[in-house]
């Protein structure tokens, strides 16, 4: 209601439509093995982690990690997730969220910090490719800021949406950070990577399912 069929929303992937929490904390695990590092469980991943991914470490580490060892951490973080991702599936209620989205008139696009060449596959291999009017992954070095990747994915959709009208879902403090950086709106989940607590602190809604995650965005961009 009181909608113009212009609202957008920019999904995230990892820790929001693809529930890869396991696989996540498992690479994450075998990347910290690496250096000695004890292994940690998702709360304390939630509690810590941030971007770009090297100050993570740094949270851990006491130090950043040298480039020796960002190359050799995150090396054994891809190889372990895309062994470990098969198990992985889409969060509870997505793709009937993604179906109702677009049932209603209005359009939505996927923007990830995964891989461009491994996204696509990917999000094909679950039938939803069709619900987005463009999907892209990361170009270019893993472990930044996804907001100059914002820039780029809403620039190719120039003439199909407003920033102003555009909510950004994701699970990551980088993802309001990304939606301020272009003039979108945002919403964060808290089933991905971050805690509420973190999440709160941003100062954009915060909610616990993806189904209050499109409700949140329904209202934004009214």
């Not at 991702?85 to 179906?99: F, H, K, M, Q, S």
């Not at 992954?137 to 990747?149: F, L, N, Q, V």
């Not at 990304?178 to 999440?199: D, E, F, I, K, N």
């Amino acid at each position: 209601m009181g909608m113009h069929a212009s609202a957008h929303i920019v999904w995230d992937w990892n820790g929001t439509l693809f529930h890869d929490n396991d696989a996540i904390i498992g690479a994450t695990n075998a990347a910290f093995a690496e250096l000695g590092l004890e292994p940690i469980t998702l709360e304390q991943y939630r509690a810590l982690y941030c971007v770009p991914v090297p100050k993570f470490y740094e949270r851990l580490l006491g130090r950043l990690p040298t480039d020796a060892e960002w190359e050799l951490m995150d090396g054994v973080f891809h190889r372990y997730y895309t062994e470990h991702r098969v198990r992985c599936g889409l969060t509870d209620g997505a793709a009937e969220l993604l179906a109702g989205w677009c049932s209603a008139g209005h359009s939505q696009s996927l923007l990830s910090m995964y891989g461009h060449e491994d996204l696509v596959p990917l999000v094909r291999g679950f039938g939803i490719e069709a619900h987005f009017i463009r999907v892209d992954g990361r170009t270019g070095p893993s472990g930044g800021s996804k907001a100059e990747h914002m820039v780029r994915h809403l620039e190719a959709l120039t003439g199909a949406v407003e920033p102003a009208r555009t909510v950004v879902i994701g699970d990551a403090a980088d993802d309001a950070v990304a939606a301020r950086h272009v003039g979108a709106r945002a919403v964060l989940y808290t089933g991905g990577s971050h805690s509420r607590a973190s999440l709160e602190s941003i100062g954009v809604p915060v909610v616990d399912t993806l189904a209050e995650a499109v409700a949140e965005a329904r209202r934004l961009a009214a």
